[in-house]
């Protein structure tokens, strides 16, 4: 009996399964790969946005007029929890690398820098206030900065 054709068939059918395994592997990691970039593209807007609202909802108590100190003080605080902000902080921690991590913890803390000085009177436009806004900014720029790294989107040139 003449075995080469057997063989050959054989291992031709192996040739074909092992590619078609590699195939569908590869194209498995590729699938994931794009699942993990939506994931962490989902959790960096969420939490962009949801500093952003904060700051918006801290600023507008500020704006307002309240009786005493601790009135201040209660509805300040009330606005920065009220945002979704501490779950979309822990999502972020959850998903992130370590430079986002980084950032967004940094942007976080400045935005709290900023809920504190206007629980404790600090006013709309003041000096202290201008400062405070500006470390928010540069902090909320450098976050967005290593978030859109992160999801290999180029840097804003914005001026």
């Not at 092992?18 to 807007?45: G, K, P």
Request: glycine letters at 8%.
């Amino acid at each position: 009996m003449d075995w080469m054709p057997l063989l050959s068939t054989l291992a031709g059918a192996a040739i074909g399964i092992a590619a078609t395994l590699i195939a569908d592997r590869n194209r498995w990691r590729r699938e994931e790969a794009r699942h993990a970039l939506e994931v962490r593209r989902a959790v960096y807007t969420e939490y962009a946005s949801a500093l952003k609202d904060a700051g918006e909802e801290i600023r507008a108590v500020a704006l307002g007029d309240h009786m005493t100190e601790s009135a201040r003080d209660a509805a300040v605080r009330e606005a920065f929890r009220g945002t979704g902000l501490h779950t979309a902080s822990e999502q972020l921690w959850l998903i992130g690398p370590s430079l986002v991590v980084t950032a967004g913890n940094e942007a976080f803390h400045s935005l709290r820098r900023m809920r504190d000085a206007y629980a404790r009177g600090v006013a709309v436009g003041s000096a202290e206030d201008t400062a405070l806004i500006q470390q928010r900014r540069t902090a909320m720029a450098e976050m967005r900065r290593r978030m859109r790294a992160d999801l290999g989107i180029g840097p804003l040139e914005l001026d």
